[in-house]
């Protein structure tokens, strides 16, 4: 039994679970999401090329946040939640923003895009657990299989045969990518604890401006120097400003009104498969069974997980 709660749909505790009503434009906000995020892991490995990894994390919340505020200004629309939202929004920029961007950024500069990638979209199989026993979400048999499938794939895409793990290098970049996936996970799960009144523009903002100060202070502590600029370069950082850091975190945003984190988590694990898909095209690399067969899983938790999933709704708010 659902209630209904301004903007998304809320659940009664201690009620019986049933699997959630999900509109349809929810899907194609997860589309969107699905192809500009995987196309941009290969187009950050060779930004990083040019820039060192945090620098290129600080550009790119800087330039999305000058893009949106005068957006924000000239629609006379508030740059700040409403009082009472504030606070949790903020924990969801530091949890879902600045910790992914920073530990994502780290490992990506240590491990090729393809991999990094793979390891960062574990997110689904983090916010299981997470809505099981720390912020409880109802989930359905479906779900719990479709996640332990995607999951089996996951773990074979990167079993030791595939992945050095004797290298302390290795482990470090392989760790950080798994922790962005863990705070990314704590975040949306976070986020779907309450109904928010805020416009969206307004909630990706808020969550883009408190993570800009972390990601500064370790910049100006921790990476002195100047950055080299070239037409490549720029075009990759206007691509993350507009596309996949603005236009993203917002889509993101309406996604996770309308439907549990763990379901939206499991649409993106076919953000990996396309960005490692770019990324031997790119790159270059070698395409395994072993491969082959853990997206293969993947894709058939992705099915199990939505097959129930119904999109009769009434549309969504605007």
């Known amino acids: 039994m659902t209630v209904s709660h301004g903007r998304r749909t809320g659940v009664v505790p201690g009620a019986r679970s049933t699997a959630p009503h999900v509109p349809l434009i929810a899907f194609v906000y997860l589309a969107v999401i699905v192809l500009t995020w995987a196309g941009n892991w290969p187009l950050m490995k060779l930004a990083l090329g040019e820039v060192p990894p945090l620098k290129f994390v600080l550009l790119r919340l800087v330039g999305s946040l000058v893009l949106i505020a005068p957006a924000l200004l000239a629609t006379r629309q508030r740059l700040l939640p409403y009082r009472g939202e504030r606070l949790i929004l903020f ?12 530990c994502s950024i780290i490992g990506l500069s240590i491990l090729p895009a393809g991999r990094a990638i793979v390891l ?6 983090w916010a299981i657990p997470i809505g099981l026993f720390i912020w409880p979400e109802p989930h359905g048999r479906a ?24 290298d302390p290098r ?8 798994i922790l962005a996936a863990i705070l990314w996970a704590l975040g949306s799960c976070l986020y779907r604890r309450r ?3 805020s416009p969206f523009w307004v909630q990706t903002f808020w969550q883009l401006a408190v993570s800009l100060p972390p990601v500064a ?10 950055i080299e600029w070239s037409p490549g370069l720029v075009a990759i950082v206007l691509y993350n400003c507009v596309v996949t850091t603005a236009l993203g975190y917002f889509f993101w945003g309406k996604v996770l009104s309308m439907m549990p984190a763990a379901m939206a988590g499991q649409v993106l694990t076919l953000t990996p498969i396309g960005g490692f898909a770019l990324s031997l095209l790119m790159f270059g ?6 491969v082959l067969v853990s997206i293969a899983l993947i894709i058939a938790g992705i099915f199990v997980t939505l097959r129930r999933v119904s999109t009769a709704t009434p549309p969504l708010e605007s």
Do not use: H
């Open 217 to 226: 202070a370790i910049v100006i502590v921790a990476v002195p120097g100047a």
């Open 143 to 166: 779900q719990l299989v479709g996640a332990a499938i995607g999951f089996a794939g996951l773990v074979l895409f990167m079993s030791p045969g595939l992945v050095d793990w004797g």
């Open 285 to 290: 690399g070698t395409l395994t069974l072993d």
């Open 91 to 102: 924990w969801v920029g530091e949890l879902q923003v600045a910790g992914f961007l920073i």
């Open 120 to 125: 960062a979209y574990t997110m689904p199989l």
């Open 195 to 197: 109904a928010f009144q």
């Open 170 to 177: 290795i482990l470090a970049g392989n760790g950080l990518l």
